[in-house]
C-alpha cells in the first residue's frame, strides 16, 4: 500500500487501517493473532475507539509492508487535529460579561463562537446592552460585526456607544 499522508490527515488511523484490511481481505481477528495482539485492540483501534501506540503502530506497519511510522505518524496527524478542534471550541469570550436572558435557548458554553459567528453577533447587536455589544467587537473584531449587521449599522451603533461612555 502507497499512502500519500496528505489526504489522511486527520483521519483515524484505525479508521484507514480497517479500510486497509477490507481492501486486503484480510479478518481483524486473525490480523491481530498475526501481529500478535488482542482482537479487542485492533478491533477497538479500527472503530476509532482507541489510540494507536507506537509500539502496536510499529507491528501494523511490518505486517502491511508499510514505512516504518506510518501508523504512528498518521495517529500524530489526528491527535494533532482532535487538540486544534478542542482550542476552537473552547475559544470564546469572557461569558461573564453576558447576561443569561440573551442566550436563554441554549448553553453559552457548548456554542462554538467560530462556525455560529453570525447568530451571535446579530443577537447580541438585536438585545444586549452597550457592554455586551462592546465586548462582541473586542471579541470578533470591528470587520466581522460590519460583515454580519452591515457597515452603516454598526458605524451608527458604534458611535452611539462611544457617545455614552
Not at 473552547?90 to 453570525?118: C, G, I, S, V
Request: avoid cysteine.
Amino acid at each position: 500500500m502507497e499512502m500519500s499522508l496528505e489526504k489522511y490527515k486527520g483521519i483515524h488511523p484505525g479508521l484507514i487501517l480497517d479500510r486497509e484490511l477490507k481492501k486486503r481481505k484480510l479478518k481483524k481477528r486473525p490480523f491481530a493473532l498475526s501481529l500478535p495482539e488482542y482482537t479487542q485492540t485492533i478491533n477497538d483501534i479500527t472503530k476509532g475507539r482507541r489510540n494507536l501506540t507506537p509500539e502496536v503502530s510499529l507491528k501494523i506497519d511490518r505486517a502491511l509492508g508499510l514505512e516504518e511510522g506510518t501508523m504512528y505518524i498518521l495517529q500524530a496527524y489526528y491527535t494533532i487535529k482532535a487538540e486544534q478542534l478542542k482550542e476552537q471550541i473552547n475559544r470564546h469570550p469572557d461569558l461573564n460579561l453576558f447576561r443569561k436572558a440573551l442566550f436563554w435557548d441554549t448553553d453559552m458554553n457548548k456554542l462554538d463562537w467560530e462556525k455560529q459567528y453570525k447568530p451571535i453577533i446579530t443577537r447580541i447587536f438585536e438585545r444586549g446592552d452597550s457592554g455586551e455589544k462592546q465586548a462582541i467587537i473586542d471579541f470578533y473584531g470591528t470587520e466581522k460585526v460590519k460583515e454580519v449587521i452591515g457597515s452603516t449599522s454598526v458605524s451608527s451603533k458604534l458611535a452611539l456607544f462611544r457617545q455614552n461612555k
